[in-house]
Nanobody
Framework: QVRLVESGGGLVQAGGSLRLSCAAS????????MGWYRQAPGKQRELVAT???????NYADSVKGRFTISRDSAKNTVYLQMNSLIPEDTAVYYC???????????WGQGTQVTVSS
C-alpha cells in the first residue's frame, strides 16, 4: 500500500500562483511514477502532469508553459508549481502514484484549487 498526502490548494485570483505538494509513504519502489490529475465539476478526471523516477515528464497541453512538476526523491514528494492560473484551472487536484510493473494506481484525497476571475 502507498499513502499519499497532499497540501497546497486554495483560492487564488487569475494570474496568480499556487504550489501543490504530495508526499508518498509505504511500499515505495525505486522505479515509479508520480503526478497530478484534476477533476472539474461535471467533467472527467484528466491528466495534468507526471514525472517518473527517471526524470521524464508529461504535461497536458492546457498547462504547458504555466505548470512545472518536480520531485524530491529523497522525500518521496512531488510538487506542482502552477503559475499564470486561469479560471479553467479550477478543479480538485489529485496526487497519483504507481510503482513500475504494478497494476495498482494510488490516489491522494484531493485538494481544491479555485481560480477567481
Amino acid at each position: 500500500q502507498v499513502r499519499l498526502v497532499e497540501s497546497g490548494g486554495g483560492l487564488v485570483q487569475a494570474g496568480g500562483s499556487l504550489r501543490l505538494s504530495c508526499a508518498a509513504s509505504g511500499s515505495i519502489f525505486g522505479i515509479n511514477i508520480m503526478g497530478w490529475y484534476r477533476q472539474a465539476p461535471g467533467k472527467q478526471r484528466e491528466l495534468v502532469a507526471t514525472r517518473n523516477s527517471g526524470g521524464q515528464t508529461n504535461y497536458a497541453d492546457s498547462v504547458k508553459g504555466r505548470f512545472t512538476i518536480s520531485r524530491d526523491s529523497a522525500k518521496n514528494t512531488v510538487y506542482l508549481q502552477m503559475n499564470s492560473l486561469i479560471p479553467e484551472d479550477t478543479a480538485v487536484y489529485y496526487c497519483y502514484y504507481r510503482n513500475w510493473g504494478d497494476t495498482r494506481d494510488y490516489w491522494g484525497q484531493g485538494t481544491q484549487v479555485t481560480v477567481s476571475s
